[in-house]
């Protein structure tokens, strides 16, 4: 690998990023809190399955 087309890329890489518009933050935003819930979600139906299973014994 060399470190100068390495150094290069990563600066072509920057000149091509771009701050996200409100509208692109707010879709982010959205999917990041959906998954995050989607997530939560799910362990707190295992819990609560297994909190009933092991509390028949």
């Not at 692109?24 to 939560?40: F, P, S």
Request: a positive charge; proline letters at 4%; zero cysteines.
């Amino acid at each position: 690998m060399n470190p100068r087309q390495t150094l290069k890329n990563m600066a072509n890489t920057l000149k091509m990023a771009k701050k996200p518009d409100s509208d692109e933050y707010q879709q982010h935003l959205r999917l990041v809190l959906l998954g995050i819930a989607g997530v939560g979600t799910i362990g707190f139906i295992i819990q609560f399955v297994f909190s009933v299973i092991t509390f028949g014994r």
